[in-house]
């Protein structure tokens, strides 16, 4: 079965071995990818927006054969062979220059990173979706951030699935190594974001600095803003949550699936 626009996806990515594990969420993942493909028809390609990729201004890729970042330290010897091989697509790199006019530049210094490919391998193990990386602006407002993402929802009428990776809740000062949940502080903040994005209180989730324990749960903004990216380019569509789940007391895995 084919439907003609494509979804919008939200995930947490946590710690870049989530690569080689096999879980409860990612099994979330390859059950969404699976869906997409049966739903919707395998995308043309993918832009991913990822944590990772944080610039001062806005950024696309346009390279054909982009790198795959390893951009972690630290980590088993086995993570740093593990390849996802993925092309890139100079043409939707073009369509999103189109959309976004004189906000992006091409920008092809960087590649694919693990914001992106520790998550995408499970949604879509064959590797064989193209992926184009946006980055994360630190300088533009959440306002300017939720109107890029409007602008890009067009893609999803041509086939092209839009995707964001990071953390609805993600501090690494804070981490408990022998908690396999979250605390209480990541639990009530990750609880209100999903309430707010199931109901479409857009400005609420914008404003995160509004809510308690904000401190605890967005010490940085980097691994957040790529919600709201997602938020505008599916802008009134009610999300299905997944992967509602927080480890190491203080990374929440918490996905959205817009228009699914």
């Known amino acids: 079965m084919s439907e003609a626009r494509m979804p919008v996806i939200f995930s947490g990515h946590g710690s870049p071995m989530l690569a080689l594990e096999d879980t409860e969420v990612t099994k979330g993942l390859q059950a969404v990818g699976r869906e997409v493909v049966e739903k919707f028809g395998k ?16 950024f696309v ?8 970042v390893y951009d972690m330290y630290g980590f ?3 993570l740093y062979a593990f390849e996802y091989p993925v092309k890139g697509c100079p043409e939707l790199g073009k369509r999103v220059e189109e959309l976004l006019g004189d906000k992006v530049s091409v920008n092809n210094s960087w590649g694919i990173d693990h914001g992106t490919w520790t998550v995408l391998c499970h949604m879509f193990p064959k590797a064989d979706i193209p992926v184009v990386q946006l980055s994360v602006d630190a300088d533009i407002s959440v306002e300017e951030i939720y109107e890029l993402g409007t602008l890009l929802a067009p893609l999803r009428e041509e086939g092209y699935l839009v995707f964001a990776s990071g953390n609805v809740v993600h501090n690494l000062y804070r981490v ?19 309430d707010d994005v ?9 404003h995160y600095e509004n809510y308690p324990e904000h401190a605890y749960a967005v010490p940085t903004p980097d691994h957040y803003l790529p919600l709201i990216y997602m938020l505008g380019a599916a802008k009134n569509e009610e999300p299905r949550v997944f992967n509602n789940h927080s480890e190491l007391g203080s990374i929440s895995m918490t996905g959205f699936a817009f228009g699914m």
């Open 43 to 58: 995308p043309k390609a993918i832009l991913a927006v990822s944590a990772h990729w944080f610039t001062h201004g806005t």
């Open 76 to 78: 088993p010897d086995e």
């Open 176 to 194: 408990e190594w022998d908690n396999p949940d979250g605390s209480p502080q990541a639990v009530s903040f990750n609880t209100r974001v999903i």
């Open 198 to 206: 199931k109901t479409r209180k857009d400005d609420a989730v914008m």
């Open 61 to 68: 890729q346009t390279d054909e054969n982009p790198r795959q």
